[in-house]
């Protein structure tokens, strides 16, 4: 892998350029990587499905993540656990836990 030292006048890079995507990882390292092509791309019914279920485990940590008493118990288990509040709220949604259902319950 490459390493690139950027400038002092270039904080940050995010978004596309050309046919290349720049975007920092969850360790805060920059990724630069060629955009794929999906044109032809032919999604089977089981990946669809996937598709779908993963669109609502986001728009479910999102609502989880706008809910303060909700978003303080996610950032504890993830402080705890290293990883990041609103991924933990999309792999509990897969699990089966809703922290909104259980807060409105």
């Not at 999309?90 to 809703?98: H, L, N, P």
């Amino acid at each position: 892998m490459a390493k690139v030292t950027l400038s002092p006048l270039i904080k940050d890079i995010r978004g596309r350029l050309g046919d290349t995507v720049f975007r920092r990882s969850p360790t805060g390292n920059l990724v630069a990587s060629k955009m794929p092509d999906m044109s032809n791309v032919k999604w089977s019914e089981a990946q669809k499905a996937h598709r779908e279920r993963f669109k609502q485990a986001v728009a479910y940590a999102k609502a989880a993540m706008a809910e303060p008493t909700v978003r303080a118990q996610y950032e504890k288990t993830a402080l705890q656990a290293g990883k990041r509040p609103f991924d933990l709220a999309v792999s509990d949604y897969f699990k089966g836990k809703d922290l909104l259902q259980t807060k409105d319950g």
